[in-house]
């Protein structure tokens, strides 16, 4: 398993653990990383990803609500939920990230970490915020740059 995959599963691990506590400020990621150190070389990584999704919530969140027809985010299991989030702030703001190496990344971490349903469920709302994106319906430029 690569670097990137390990950063990512550790990712949406932090996530879900602030997701938890309701509670995604710096002193939870610190906590986070004091009982779940982070190797050096999937520190870089992983705190671009836990930090640009925290910082670019809002703009996630609402994309994920967007594409997720009839499912509210808050009806989401934390494992989908989080793992999505963090594709999507890759999708979103990281273009020197190809969009189906982020989704068969969040593909594998929902299958490994969610359900038997996961996988499917995270590629049909993922596969549909990337074809959004390659026909220009998400208007990249009103949002911030995260990465």
């Known amino acids: 398993m690569g670097n990137r995959r390990k950063s990512r599963e550790l990712a949406m691990q932090a ?3 602030m997701d938890m506590s309701q ?3 710096n002193e939870m990621l610190e906590r986070f990383c004091d009982n779940f150190t982070p ?3 999937l520190l870089p990584f992983f705190l671009k990803l ?3 999704v925290v910082q670019g919530k809002a703009d996630i969140d609402s994309t994920l609500e ?3 027809d009839n499912w509210k985010l808050s009806r989401m299991s934390c494992v989908d939920r989080n793992t999505m989030r963090v594709a999507v702030y890759e999708l979103l703001y990281c273009h020197d990230i190809p969009s189906k190496v982020s989704i068969n990344e969040a593909i594998d ?5 969610g359900t038997k349903e996961s996988g499917a469920f995270i590629n049909g709302i993922l ?3 990337r074809m959004a994106l390659e026909k220009e319906e ?3 430029k009103e949002l911030r740059r995260l990465c």
């Not at 971490?109 to 970490?113: A, L, N, P, Q, T």
């Open 15 to 17: 996530l879900f653990y």
């Open 23 to 25: 509670n995604d400020s």
């Open 39 to 41: 190797s050096r070389k």
């Open 50 to 52: 836990v930090k640009g």
């Open 66 to 68: 967007r594409f997720s």
């Open 109 to 113: 971490v929902g299958k490994k970490f």
């Open 127 to 129: 596969d549909s915020i």
């Open 138 to 140: 998400i208007n990249v």
